[in-house]
């Protein structure tokens, strides 16, 4: 089945600019969407797509996805950004099709 | 408003068998493919199921494969998750969520957790 690599965590001062990369096989040909986490709330969906935000997402949101890594770019950091990032894909080559990457903490 | 609201956890001793809902409003059940996904403390999300719109195709994870069926009543916008032959490692908080173009999840719910132990 597809695998994605994420870094564990990345620390981030407020104000400054957060990158999590999400790296997978040929990635760039696949579609990527990245879920927010915090503790006791449900999940959000930040980016899908590849780059595109829902609405309700600001726009210090934003990622890109080419060759084998995928990355989910936070600027102007808040605190109210610390929580866990996921990537995910869908696989079409596996019965396993929803694929999430192990997810990256942010720490601010 | 979107709401998506999951019940059913609970402790349940390792073979014992739990049923999980998730009752829906906001948009149309019917028209919408769902999923299950868990995530077992300290780990990530984990997808383990999807059901289509009138029940005609579903997933499962190999994890959960045999011992766990998804299923849905479109009439009364409700998901629901039957889990039997359950392990120790299927401790986890149970989200359900929606499905967008059969490629990503765009609504969940908050979760319910399900607690596997002797």
């Known amino acids: 089945s597809y695998v994605l690599t994420q870094p564990p965590s990345v620390s981030v001062a407020p104000g400054k600019t957060a990158t999590i990369s999400c790296e997978g096989n040929n990635i760039g040909r696949k579609s990527v969407h990245w879920y927010q986490l915090k503790p006791g709330r449900a999940p959000v969906l930040v980016i899908y797509y590849d780059k595109d935000r829902p609405s309700g997402i600001p726009e210090r949101f934003s990622a890109s996805n080419s060759g084998n890594t995928a990355t989910l770019t936070i600027r102007r950091v808040e605190a109210g950004d610390e929580a866990d990032y996921y990537c995910q894909v869908w696989d079409t080559s596996s019965d396993q099709r929803y694929v999430f990457g192990p997810g990256t903490r942010v720490t601010v | 408003e979107v709401q998506l609201v999951e019940s059913g956890g609970g402790l349940q001793r390792p073979g014992g068998s739990l049923r999980l809902s998730c009752a829906v409003s906001?948009?149309?059940?019917?028209?919408?493919?769902m999923h299950w996904v868990r995530q077992a403390p300290g780990k990530g999300l984990e997808w383990i199921s999807f059901?289509?719109?009138?029940?005609?195709?579903?997933h499962y994870a190999d994890s959960v494969k045999g011992r766990f069926t998804i299923s849905r009543d479109n009439a009364h916008d409700s998901l629901y998750l039957q889990m039997n032959s359950l392990r120790v490692e299927d401790t986890a908080v149970y989200f359900c969520?929606?499905?967008?173009?059969?490629?990503?999840?765009?609504?969940w719910g908050q979760g319910t957790l399900v607690a596997v132990s002797s």
């Open positions: 969520a929606r499905d967008y173009g059969g490629n990503f999840l765009d609504y």
């Open positions: 906001g948009f149309n059940f019917s028209d919408h493919s």
């Open positions: 059901i289509s719109t009138r029940s005609s195709v579903t």
